[in-house]
């Protein structure tokens, strides 16, 4: 069975440095995607980032990136100039089996 | 498109009441997916669909159902309302194995 997990319950950064957010899995795939979502305040899922498992490079969207160690089974968010909005519960996922399975999530907290 | 919508936004139910959630999605995506998100936690998965006329149970099936009759809609039917289905329900559809795309949400009380 596929398992995600986040070990950081909470997480909290300065205003414009980064963070690097945890996550690990478990699968016998060899081809698949792994996601990290948003949930701020509002409660909207938002999708921030994917990485295909067959491609080395890790993805980036602005200023969020992740290193994605496939032999080791980690995915972690990096978060740069971290900025106010970016406040809000992370979720790791990872599709298997026709459904995505959830990290426990990881709430991050920007002070000013 | 409008995405994935949800109704209602917000209810109340009282103990023994029955309600559908309903969700339509206009991304023509072949899965379907409901969640329930209760305070603090992360999502558990209550049913999904892979296509109309097929649904299976997730982790939490218990006093929910659900039906997929056309792929656009997948609705969420709460039978004899109890206080521990108070919770957020997301509804949520995807391109087989892809990214989901999420609804935003009905936050439902009972009491």
């Known amino acids: 069975a596929q398992t995600v997990t986040q070990s950081q319950p909470e997480m909290s950064v300065q205003e414009a440095e980064t963070v690097t957010l945890s996550c690990t899995y478990d699968?016998?795939?060899?081809?698949?995607?792994l996601f990290w979502y948003k949930q701020p305040p509002s409660r909207q899922m938002i999708l921030v980032i994917r990485?295909?498992?067959?491609?080395?490079q890790n993805a980036t969207e602005n200023r969020f990136s992740v290193n994605f160690q496939k032999a080791a089974k980690s995915f972690s968010l990096k978060i740069s100039d971290s900025q106010l909005g970016d406040a809000a519960m992370y979720f790791c996922?990872?599709?298997?089996?026709?459904?995505?399975?959830f990290g426990t999530g990881t709430r991050l907290t920007i002070i000013p | 498109n409008a995405g994935v919508t949800q109704t209602p936004k917000f209810r109340i139910l009282k103990i023994g009441q029955s309600m559908t959630l309903q969700c339509t999605q206009d991304?023509?995506?072949?899965?379907m997916y409901w969640y329930r998100q209760d305070p603090g936690m992360g999502l558990k998965l209550i049913y999904y669909?892979?296509?109309?006329?097929?649904?299976d149970k997730g982790e939490v099936p218990n006093g929910y159902n659900v039906s997929r009759s056309t792929t656009e809609d997948f609705p969420l039917r709460l039978e004899l309302a109890a206080p521990s289905q108070t919770s957020v329900y997301f509804c949520?559809?995807?391109?087989?194995?892809?990214?989901?795309?999420f609804g935003p949400g009905t936050r439902l009380t009972v009491l």
């Open positions: 949520a559809s995807s391109y087989a194995y892809n990214e989901q795309f």
């Open positions: 699968t016998s795939e060899s081809d698949y995607y």
């Open positions: 990485q295909e498992a067959y491609k080395q």
């Open positions: 996922a990872y599709p298997g089996n026709e459904k995505l399975t």
């Open positions: 991304m023509n995506h072949n899965y």
């Open positions: 669909s892979v296509g109309a006329g097929i649904t």
